[in-house]
């Protein structure tokens, strides 16, 4: 039997300059979207396009920075996830089930038809014009259960996401994250800090949740066309929730419950897992899954963990692609923008995929 195929949403954090820059061209429907994304953006889309590129003027240390600032990270991993979406979708290939992280969330339900592409756009805008005002904040990976962090937290600090039973990520004001990042390290624990400037998913955004309803109140919100497993909710999102206002604004401040939610959804379905976003962190999560270690799911990421150039985007796509065909998906072939050789694949006689040359 065919397994269906279920979409993973990266969020901030897994930016990268150049992340699926090796689409931008060679496929027709990424291409179509990101340029798509650059127009909503309006005046500042060409300069989010460009520091995408590369081409900002500066580099190294200096553009990884700007990478981090929320005026860069949201509009491109919601733009890219939305884009790396289009691209499956235009292989004829419908989803069982969506989930995202964070701002990945937000590219899940504009997939499954909670929202349109141009309300998202606006939504970033308005969530970078509201962040532009909060608390610098901090959040901190670490290598620990909630439950074995929670004698460790302090003032402000809360936990911010649970990724997986041995990952939680822990947010709140950068000196108290600090704070609790060296009582960590003394105690043996395994930490990092997470490339972000704000404390998103703590109470130290719940200022910009109140400037954000607003915005997300004008906007059409329906019921998903597609099963979207909520990491907001720890589970599927339902018709209630995806029209609400509200639960949507407090995203910002409320905990991220991947795991849940991927569990419930490994639980409902066997299914590749297609990682749609740069770095592969949610891939190397749900292959220690259980469901995923016993062989009733797979991964399969859409993007390289570390790109050495932007080829390297096409040829993990393309590879993508190919196992689709060998688990018995059939991707269709489109016509590449401008005329420029830039199928994902071509199906076989036998179902299988036989790649394209793709001409940088």
Avoid: K
């Amino acid at each position: 039997m065919t397994r269906p195929i279920a979409l993973m949403f990266p969020g901030q954090g897994a930016q990268q300059v150049l992340m699926a820059a090796g689409l931008y061209g060679p496929n027709a429907a990424f291409t179509e979207a990101m340029d798509e994304a650059f127009a909503l953006f309006g005046p500042e889309g060409a300069a989010i396009r460009a520091d995408w590129l590369g081409e900002g003027g500066t580099g190294g240390r200096a553009a990884m920075d700007r990478f981090d600032d929320v005026t860069r990270a949201q509009p491109l991993l919601y733009s890219v996830g939305y884009a790396l979406g289009r691209a499956v979708l235009d292989l004829g290939l419908e989803p069982a089930a969506l989930v995202g992280h964070s701002v990945g969330e937000l590219v899940a339900a504009t997939l499954a038809g909670v929202l349109d592409f141009e309300d998202g756009v606006a939504l970033i805008r308005d969530r970078i014009d509201v962040l532009a005002d909060s608390a610098p904040g901090a959040m901190l990976a670490v290598a620990a259960s909630a439950a074995d962090l929670t004698p460790y937290l302090r003032g402000d600090v809360v936990v911010g996401a649970v990724n997986a039973p041995w990952q939680t990520l822990l947010a709140g004001p950068a000196e108290e994250v600090d704070a609790v990042r060296v009582d960590l390290r003394a105690n043996g624990f395994t930490c990092r800090l997470a490339r972000s400037r704000q404390a998103f998913h703590s109470p130290a955004l719940d200022g910009a949740v109140e400037g954000t309803v607003l915005a997300w109140s004008r906007i059409d919100l329906r019921a998903p066309r597609l099963p979207v497993y909520s990491a907001g909710l720890g589970g599927p999102l339902t018709a209630d929730h995806a029209r609400d206002p509200e639960f949507w604004a407090r995203q910002l401040s409320g905990p991220v419950l991947f795991w849940p939610a991927l569990d419930r959804l490994l639980r409902d379905h066997d299914v590749l897992l297609l990682e749609a976003g740069a770095g592969q962190g949610l891939s190397a999560l749900a292959r220690r899954h259980p469901a995923v270690v016993e062989g009733r799911s797979a991964v399969v990421p859409l993007l390289p963990a570390r790109p050495r150039d932007v080829a390297d985007d096409l040829a993990v796509f393309d590879a993508a692609v190919e196992r689709l065909g060998a688990e018995g998906h059939a991707p269709r072939v489109r016509a590449a923008v401008g005329g420029r050789a830039s199928r994902a694949g071509d199906v076989a006689a036998d179902g299988g995929v036989r790649l394209q040359a793709h001409p940088q």
